[in-house]
């Protein structure tokens, strides 16, 4: 199998993330992709390639540009306004309350980009969880490029390819940033499919979180059926949407499936769920899906509450693969970081029909040693 990688992701590596108002180490960091290269690397059956660039104009079809020229200067923008900070995080989000009872006809007018970097970053951000540093940007280019080229392999031919992104994409909205993630990698990828093949596409999110941003990006589409297997957002992030009655509006209705699941979920009761997503994805017509592929599903996920093993990957992967269409498969989240590079190597095993056993004990570090 083909996997897509850039050393670009190493630019936005992270100590700190802020968690309800302190700081706390940071979970989306650089080691996360290292130990899934390291251990795809490791198996033999892998080979890697690098992105190639594809330019803004495939991010501005599911983005406002307003974001992309946002995120491009914010670090430098803190800077010039003199705050000494670590990481950016922003001062005031316009919470919907703000404006309540304030017409249709003027909310618009007042939704206004403020100068002030504390502000800025809260007008197109959702949390304090996604921190933005030096090079934050040209690791988001590059997951998309990332993305792209996985795409690219698999409308070449290739039946499946693995494109390992970080920053991941999944929380990341039409004009919004956030829940670590800043441009969105899956959705970039499913509009290049729609538009470079006519066909419907299907997106199967299988991270631990509900993708709120991809369901917002194709909340009104009829052509990208969005389905999504998580964590319910009365106990988790997003908290806001994940519900299983959102199901799309106008051409998209009927088209978004989202199944909110319990803590503790089973490999079983996980598996459940996999089989009603598939089901409704094979209910529409279309060649290509894409995988929205997390691991903080993992029993051992340090913010995840599921209880999933690394052997119920390997079946995942297996059962999505039964589906008969081209994969297009897309790293999300996952931060139980000594597990994760096994976890991806049983999944992607899977996906290709080959059978997983373990690496020998002890597994690899990050640097590519045995140990
Ligand atoms: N106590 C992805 O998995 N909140 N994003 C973390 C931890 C943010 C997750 C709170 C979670 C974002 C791509
Ligand atoms: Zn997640």
Same mark, same amino acid.
């Given at each position: 199998?083909?996997?897509?990688?850039?050393?670009?992701?190493? &630019?936005?590596?992270?100590?700190?993330e802020t968690y309800m108002g302190v700081p706390v180490?940071?979970?989306?960091?650089?080691?996360?992709?290292?130990?899934?290269?390291?251990?795809?690397? =490791?198996?033999?059956?892998? =080979?890697?390639?690098?992105?190639?660039?594809?330019?803004?104009?495939?991010? %501005?079809?599911?983005?406002?540009?307003?974001?992309?020229?946002?995120?491009?200067?914010?670090?430098?923008?803190?800077?010039?306004?003199?705050?000494?900070?670590?990481?950016?995080a922003?001062? %005031?989000?316009?919470?919907?309350?703000?404006?309540?009872?304030?017409?249709?006809?003027?909310?618009?007018?007042?939704?206004?980009?403020?100068?002030?970097?504390?502000?800025?970053?809260?007008?197109?951000?959702?949390d304090t969880a996604?921190?933005?540093?030096?090079?934050?940007?040209?690791?988001?280019?590059?997951?998309?490029?990332?993305?792209?080229? %996985?795409?690219?392999?698999?409308?070449?031919?290739?039946?499946?390819?693995?494109?390992?992104?970080?920053?991941?994409?999944?929380?990341?909205?039409?004009?919004?940033?956030? &829940?670590?993630?800043?441009?969105?990698?899956?959705?970039? =990828?499913?509009? *290049?499919?729609?538009?470079?093949?006519?066909?419907?596409?299907?997106?199967?999110?299988?991270?631990?979180?509900?993708?709120?941003?991809?369901?917002?990006?194709?909340?009104?589409?009829?052509?990208?059926?969005?389905?999504?297997?998580?964590?319910?957002?009365?106990?988790?992030?997003?908290?806001?949407?994940?519900?299983?009655?959102?199901?799309?509006?106008?051409?998209?209705?009927?088209?978004?499936?989202?199944?909110?699941?319990?803590?503790?979920?089973?490999?079983?009761?996980?598996?459940?769920?996999?089989?009603?997503?598939?089901?409704?994805?094979?209910?529409?017509?279309?060649?290509?899906?894409?995988?929205?592929?997390?691991?903080?599903?993992? &029993?051992?996920?340090?913010?995840?509450?599921?209880?999933?093993?690394?052997? @119920?990957?390997?079946?995942?992967?297996?059962?999505?693969?039964?589906?008969?269409?081209?994969?297009?498969?897309?790293?999300?989240?996952?931060?139980?970081?000594?597990?994760?590079?096994?976890?991806?190597? *049983?999944?992607?095993?899977?996906?290709?029909?080959?059978?997983?056993?373990?690496?020998?004990?002890?597994?690899?570090?990050?640097?590519?040693? @045995?140990?």
């Amino acid at each position: 199998m083909q996997v897509v990688y850039t050393p670009a992701h190493l &630019g936005h590596d992270i100590a700190l993330e802020t968690y309800m108002g302190v700081p706390v180490p940071a979970n989306e960091v650089a080691e996360r992709a290292e130990r899934i290269r390291t251990a795809l690397e =490791a198996d033999g059956g892998f =080979a890697f390639a690098a992105p190639t660039e594809h330019g803004e104009e495939p991010i %501005t079809a599911v983005h406002d540009a307003g974001l992309v020229r946002f995120l491009e200067i914010a670090w430098s923008e803190l800077r010039a306004q003199g705050i000494p900070r670590s990481f950016l995080a922003a001062d %005031t989000y316009p919470n919907v309350a703000m404006f309540e009872g304030m017409g249709e006809e003027t909310l618009p007018r007042m939704r206004r980009e403020p100068s002030q970097i504390g502000g800025r970053s809260g007008f197109w951000g959702l949390d304090t969880a996604a921190p933005l540093v030096a090079g934050t940007y040209v690791a988001a280019r590059g997951a998309v490029d990332v993305a792209l080229t %996985t795409v690219d392999l698999v409308l070449g031919g290739e039946r499946l390819a693995y494109g390992l992104c970080r920053p991941p994409g999944h929380h990341a909205a039409r004009s919004m940033y956030g &829940g670590y993630c800043f441009f969105n990698n899956a959705a970039v =990828a499913a509009e *290049a499919m729609v538009r470079a093949t006519g066909e419907r596409v299907a997106i199967l999110d299988v991270d631990f979180h509900h993708g709120n941003g991809t369901q917002q990006i194709f909340w009104r589409r009829g052509d990208v059926r969005y389905v999504s297997i998580h964590a319910h957002p009365d106990r988790q992030y997003p908290f806001f949407l994940g519900r299983a009655d959102e199901t799309g509006e106008g051409p998209g209705s009927g088209e978004n499936l989202n199944i909110p699941l319990d803590a503790g979920t089973s490999n079983e009761a996980y598996l459940r769920a996999v089989d009603q997503a598939l089901e409704s994805i094979a209910a529409v017509p279309g060649s290509v899906l894409v995988v929205s592929l997390g691991f903080d599903t993992y &029993g051992l996920d340090p913010i995840g509450d599921f209880a999933l093993t690394t052997d @119920v990957y390997h079946e995942i992967g297996r059962r999505v693969a039964d589906l008969g269409r081209r994969l297009v498969i897309l790293q999300e989240g996952g931060y139980h970081r000594p597990s994760l590079g096994e976890n991806a190597r *049983a999944w992607l095993r899977g996906a290709e029909g080959r059978s997983f056993d373990p690496l020998p004990a002890g597994g690899f570090t990050p640097g590519g040693s @045995v140990v």
